[in-house]
C-alpha cells in the first residue's frame, strides 16, 4: 500500500467545530482509517464528508487539489480544514515516493475546466462536446504508478463510460498505484477486489457492494420505478 492509514490526532481536533461535527470524519480521530485494499471507494448519502476526506487526503499527500491530470503550480493554495491535520502513513509501497508525489485530484465538478488549460486537449473534438472523451483522456494518466483521488468521477460518464473507468481502475491497480475514490455510483463500487467504505451517522464501516443503500435503491428503483415514484 502506498498509504495505510489516514487518521487525526485527538488534540488537534475540535469535536465541537466542523469538519469534525461530521461523523465520518470524526470517525478518523485517533486510529483514524486503514487501507487495506488498493481502491477504496468511499461511499454514502450527500453531505455524509466524502468530499471533505478525499480533499484533505490529495492536499496532505501533496497533490494539487485545483484537481486534473498531473498539474503543477507555482502557487500553493491554503490548506483545508481538514488537510491541515489529516495525517498519511506511508506503507512499505509508498516510502520509496516521499520526494515527488505522482498521482492526480479529480474533481467532477472543475475537470472540464482543466481540461480546458492541457495542451493535448487542445484539439477540436475536446470542445465541451464530450465530457467523457476528456474524463477518458485523462485517466489514460494513470499509468504511472502514484495515487490517485477522484471525487465523483461518474458524474460525466455514460453506463459504458463508466465501465470503461472501471477497466483502468483496475489497470492503476496493476501498476501499483492506490485509488481513492468518493462515489455514488453502483457500477464503480462493483469493481471485484476494491474496499467499500461507507460514510454515515454511525462514522465509517467497511460495506459489501451488494449491502450499499444506493444498491438497494437502483435494484428496486429499476425493477418497478412506480414504487418509488408514487411517493414524490
Ligand atoms: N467549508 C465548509 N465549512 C463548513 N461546512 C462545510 C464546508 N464544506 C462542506 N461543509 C459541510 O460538511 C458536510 C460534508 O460535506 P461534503 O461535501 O464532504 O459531503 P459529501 O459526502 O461529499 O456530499 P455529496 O455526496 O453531496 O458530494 C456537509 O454538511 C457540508 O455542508
Ligand atoms: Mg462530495
Known amino acids: 500500500m502506498i498509504i495505510d492509514r489516514i487518521r487525526v490526532a485527538e488534540a488537534v481536533a475540535p469535536r465541537d467545530q466542523w469538519p469534525f461535527t461530521v461523523p465520518a470524519v470524526a470517525a478518523l480521530i485517533g486510529e483514524g482509517l486503514a487501507f ?8 454514502g448519502e450527500n453531505g455524509s464528508g466524502k468530499s471533505t476526506v478525499v480533499e484533505a487526503l490529495a492536499e496532505s499527500y501533496g497533490l494539487d487539489v485545483r484537481g486534473g491530470p498531473n498539474q503543477r503550480y507555482g502557487s500553493e493554495l491554503p490548506k483545508s480544514k481538514l488537510g491541515e491535520v489529516l495525517q498519511i502513513d506511508r506503507g512499505a509501497g509508498g516510502s520509496r515516493m516521499v520526494k515527488r ?19 493535448r486537449f487542445d484539439r477540436p473534438e475536446f470542445n465541451e462536446a464530450s465530457h467523457v ?24 460518464l455514460s453506463f459504458t463510460a463508466c465501465l470503461s473507468l472501471m477497466a483502468t481502475l483496475h489497470e492503476a491497480r496493476a501498476a501499483g498505484s492506490q485509488v481513492v475514490c468518493a462515489t455514488h455510483s453502483p457500477i464503480l463500487t462493483a469493481l471485484p477486489g476494491a474496499a467499500i467504505i461507507e460514510f454515515g451517522d454511525h462514522g465509517v464501516r467497511r460495506s459489501a457492494w451488494a449491502d450499499l443503500e444506493v444498491v438497494r435503491h437502483w435494484q428496486r428503483f429499476l425493477g418497478d420505478p412506480e414504487r418509488y415514484l408514487r411517493y414524490l
Open 101 to 119: 508525489a505522482v498521482g492526480f485530484f479529480l474533481r467532477a465538478e472543475t475537470a472540464l475546466d482543466v481540461f480546458d488549460g492541457l495542451s
Open 133 to 156: 472523451e476528456s474524463f477518458l483522456a485523462a485517466f489514460e494518466g494513470f499509468g504511472e504508478k502514484g495515487v490517485y483521488v477522484l471525487d465523483e468521477p461518474e458524474a460525466a
Open 36 to 43: 487495506d485494499e488498493q481502491i477504496t471507494f468511499l461511499v
